[in-house]
């Protein structure tokens, strides 16, 4: 049974939606605004600059006040990795190239390399509730039939890394700092030399600020930024991603229209929260049309009725969401160990 304000499940048959029906929809968000663009770049480059300098003078005054200015700043580090994501869906600014320059700059700040991620983030999109294409741009799930018929090791690896600690508190400096500094192997020239060239760029960038601040100022600020900021990205990912009723298919029965508007949430947050997090929440409307900048998702969830169908998970709900663990094909649900257990005593 579906657990209220975590089902995303709309009232209405998805399968009866075509591209023809919500295309005309989103047609008109689409189209990118400059001084919109702008203004999104000044609210949010000037406060985390001026916010990770305020961290660096309060290192003489006070641990606690370096660390909750480490938690507000981790909130624009979100928003500035939206203004990224939205530049490598090129829907940020209408100028390819303008979105390539902002990409860099974005992607350095938050230690992502840019071509590459654009390359990894497209096969999420094409494979988003696809079964059979899991693995890429996305967060490990299996089975219950492939883990009941794993290793013991795997196990173990798959109970760790979908603990919530290691997922949400330890795992975003380990991707952010560590993994995204090689190369994925199926990548291509222009997306190997884009992780070289940012690793290069972030060692300019931390010689540069280390010289005046001092290294290990620099690595304190810098990677209580990152802990924060891509702790809440991931559970932002996460939430968009993992719920009880979420779509899953395999490739031969996989839809786009359905993996979008019943694999991807609407999580509806509050205001402020909305405001760091770029909107990305609509992420229903996101993943059926990413050339929408995160500027004009609300207004086109607002103007149709078919997008405000789809129940809003809360950010009081989405707490319960943590405790997913596993894929269930005949129950077509996501379920924890709890259930799993339940499952397996009473089939024994």
Request: charged share 15%; with cysteine; hydrophobic share 45%.
């Amino acid at each position: 049974m579906n657990q209220p304000g975590i089902s995303t499940t709309p009232p209405l048959t998805q399968s009866k939606i075509s591209a023809s029906t919500w295309k005309p929809l989103v047609l008109p968000f689409q189209k990118p605004s400059v001084p919109k663009a702008v203004w999104q770049l000044c609210n949010t480059l000037v406060p985390f600059a001026a916010i990770w300098y305020l961290m660096y003078l309060s290192l003489a005054w006070s641990a606690w006040i370096t660390f909750g200015l480490a938690a507000l700043n981790g909130l624009f580090l979100v928003r500035l990795f939206i203004i990224f994501h939205d530049c490598g869906h090129g829907s940020f600014f209408k100028s390819s190239r303008a979105n390539d320059i902002v990409g860099f700059i974005t992607g350095l700040l938050t230690f992502t390399p840019y071509h590459h991620w654009r390359w990894e983030h497209s096969i999420h999109h094409a494979s988003c509730g696809d079964l059979d294409r899991r693995g890429t741009g996305d967060i490990w799930t299996m089975t219950v039939q492939e883990y009941l018929e794993s290793s013991r090791w795997r196990r173990f690896c798959y109970r760790v890394a979908r603990n919530p600690v290691v997922l949400f508190v330890i795992a975003p400096a380990l991707v952010f700092v560590i993994w995204q500094r090689r190369a994925q192997k199926k990548a291509n020239l222009r997306e190997k030399m884009s992780v070289w060239g940012m690793n290069v760029a972030i060692l300019a960038m931390a010689a540069l600020l280390a010289w005046p601040f001092g290294i290990m100022n620099y690595i304190l600020i810098q990677l209580t930024i990152i802990t924060v900021g891509g702790g809440a990205g991931i559970w932002m990912f996460y939430v968009q991603h993992q719920f009880e009723d979420v779509y899953w298919e395999h490739a031969k029965e996989w839809d786009y229209t359905k993996a979008a508007l019943e694999g991807s949430s609407f999580y509806k947050l509050p205001r402020v929260l909305q405001w760091f997090s770029g909107n990305i929440g609509f992420h229903h409307i996101h993943h059926l049309s990413p050339r929408i900048p995160n500027y004009n998702l609300e207004r086109c969830h607002d103007a149709n009725e078919l997008f405000q169908k789809v129940r809003p998970i809360t950010l009081l709900s989405s707490l319960k969401l943590a405790s997913l663990r596993l894929w269930d094909e005949q129950q077509q649900k996501l379920i924890g160990w709890s259930q799993f257990r339940q499952q397996q005593a009473t089939s024994s």
